[in-house]
């Protein structure tokens, strides 16, 4: 992947979403709340908590709903990371429409007593969809915050029965080298490949997105479900799934083929442990209000220990090596 240092990309103009004005009432009731809520009019309180609710279905954050401000609409379907549409942050949107989504289907395969080929409208009926904000980190140390539309990914496994002897879940994405530009390029080993311990798949916070910021997600984004993993770094949620497998045995992943040295299969996001080109501890934040700049000049903020998900996550690696950790 791309020195942070010495690649950069258009940032197109962002605008103030019903949305932003949302989440502003609500840091701002938040922090009047922590100050003995005073400051805020008793029924200003009530409305912000009724929406958090209808939201959130609990009202709280537990790490479904992150509070960091977001990133603007436009920015995150303009600044992407889709190889196989091209390496340029601009590509993937410039080349949205080579990615033909209709008719679409997904192999189940492997460890699991329901295998076969499921049409997108099998995969995703039983699912209502929800929001979800999450913080995501590229290795390249710039992040997001976007709200995702989607499920948990546990709710689609289970209805295939994975067995005993399903320990990783294996992911690919869309192989079509005659209309994706990028997959002409032997810049990955295609198709792009993923995978997750059985443990972390099965975890609430791992989601399937079929969404973003309200609407249907865009080619350029993962149409038409993708994974997000917001604990990791952002290469684990490939884009465009075709085929989930249930593994016995941890699944080659693309970026760790390509520079094994580089990318492990965890990838946990972890300020502490470099990559060997760059520093992890930072990352440049690509906020609602940036506007046409690069994300060189976007704020550096410090990169947190699983991405700020720690509370939810961090047991399901008790005994690692945090030094190591990555
Ligand atoms: N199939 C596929 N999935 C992919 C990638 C890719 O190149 N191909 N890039 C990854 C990387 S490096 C990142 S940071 C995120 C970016 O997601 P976004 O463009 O929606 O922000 O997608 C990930 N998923
Ligand atoms: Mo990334």
């Known amino acids: 992947m791309h020195n942070p240092e010495k690649k950069s990309g258009l940032i197109k103009s962002s605008e103030i979403t019903d949305r932003d004005i949302f989440r502003n009432r609500r840091a701002i009731i938040k922090a009047s709340m922590a100050l003995g809520g005073g400051a805020i009019a008793a029924g200003s309180i009530a409305g912000g908590l009724a929406m958090a609710n209808t939201e959130t279905g609990a009202g709280g954050d537990n790490g479904f709903q992150a509070t960091d ?162 604990w990791k770094y952002g290469y684990k949620s490939i884009k465009s799934i075709v085929r989930i497998s249930f593994t016995e045995t941890q699944p080659p992943t693309s970026w760790n083929m390509s520079a094994p040295h580089e990318y492990g299969f965890f990838s946990n996001v972890n300020p502490g442990v470099s990559h060997p080109r760059w520093s992890q501890a930072k990352e440049r934040r690509l906020a609602g209000k940036t506007k046409g700049v690069s994300s060189l000049f976007a704020p550096k903020i410090e990169t947190q220990l699983l991405n700020g998900y720690a509370d939810q996550v961090a047991s399901l690696y008790e005994g690692m090596d945090l030094k190591k950790f990555y």
């Not at 390496?87 to 080579?98: E, I, M, S």
């Not at 002897?165 to 792009?192: C, H, M, N």
């Not at 972390?200 to 910021?213: C, D, K, N, Q, S």
């Open 69 to 230: 401000e977001l990133t603007a609409k436009e920015t995150a379907t303009s600044y992407n990371n889709f190889y196989e549409l091209g390496t340029d942050k601009g590509d993937p949107l410039r080349y949205a429409n080579r990615l033909v989504t209709e008719p679409w289907s997904v192999v189940i395969d492997g460890e699991c007593d329901k295998p076969g080929t499921y049409t997108l409208e099998d995969i995703l009926k039983p699912h209502p969809t929800e929001e979800r904000i999450y913080r995501l980190r590229c290795v390249e140390a710039w992040s997001m915050v976007i709200p995702w539309n989607g499920f948990s990914l546990a709710d689609l496994l289970k209805r295939f029965e994975p067995r005993s002897t399903a320990k990783y879940v294996a992911f690919e994405t869309i192989l079509d080298p005659d209309r994706l530009p990028g997959q002409r390029s032997r810049v990955l080993d295609w198709p792009y490949r993923e995978g997750l311990r059985m443990d972390e798949a099965m975890h609430p916070l791992t989601m399937i997105a079929t969404g973003m910021y309200g609407e249907t997600i865009p080619n350029q984004n993962g149409a038409p479900l993708r994974l997000v993993v917001p």
